[in-house]
């Protein structure tokens, strides 16, 4: 199976570390999201890469995320000084250009404590 | 901005059909998707519609009215395994999705 992968599925880390997570899309997928899942909500969009290009960030997204897509393949999301409220599920997800089916890998979920 | 708005539940017995709405307000619309998650699990992607009327994919269809700023997913003939939330999401730049719909199927 070559789905989206995910690395870590599970991240516990003190408020103030910095944590990254890396998403490996599907290979041939030019295009690859990164969402935030908190329980009973839906995903929130936090960035998007077209290839190596990041097209569109979140406005609520704080100067503290940063995602990069340095071959346009795999990505990595970095959370500098993290708080409390990051703890949430980060769901990566990749696609084709040109449509909109978007395909998640498991999520990594992020625990501040 | 762009905002979608759900049912937060809906309950529905197996064999039943059941019908969960999505309005939004968006600018830049590109077309409506809808996704499937199971707890614990990741949103697995349903359909799309574009342009307005019925697709129709197995026991799942969907809906858009383009003017009217809305669409549905209508799930035919429920299984226990369809037990599980579904997200409408807008497409353009980016994707908002819903809040979602937590259907329950009882036997």
């Known amino acids: 199976d070559t789905g989206v992968s995910q690395d870590p599925r599970h991240k516990i880390t003190k408020r103030g570390q910095n944590v990254t997570f890396r998403c490996d899309p599907i290979?041939?997928?030019?295009?690859l999201y990164w969402y935030r899942q908190t329980l009973g909500q839906g995903p929130e969009f936090l960035t998007y890469f077209q290839n190596e290009a990041q097209l569109e960030k979140s406005r609520l997204l704080s100067d503290r995320f940063s995602a990069e897509r340095p071959k346009g393949s795999f990505s990595t999301l970095e959370i500098q000084r993290t708080e409390q409220g990051d703890s949430a599920m980060y769901l990566c997800?990749?696609?084709?250009?040109?449509?909109?089916?978007?395909?998640f890998g498991p999520g990594t979920r992020l625990t501040v404590t | 901005g762009q905002s979608l708005e759900q049912p937060s539940e809906v309950t529905a017995v197996e064999g039943a059909i059941v019908q969960i709405n999505c309005t939004y307000q968006?600018?830049?619309?590109?077309?409506l998707s809808w996704y499937q998650q199971h707890d614990g699990g990741a949103p697995t992607f349903l359909s799309y519609n574009a342009l307005d009327g019925l697709e129709e994919t197995g026991r799942f269809s969907s809906f858009l009215s383009r003017s009217d700023s809305y669409g549905y997913l209508l799930l035919q003939e429920l299984q226990m395994k369809d037990s599980a939330s579904y997200f409408c999401a807008v497409g353009g730049q980016n994707f908002v999705f819903g809040p979602g719909t937590r259907l329950s199927v009882l036997p």
């Open positions: 968006t600018s830049g619309f590109y077309g």
């Open positions: 997800a990749s696609s084709l250009a040109r449509t909109y089916e978007q395909y």
């Open positions: 290979s041939e997928h030019n295009r």
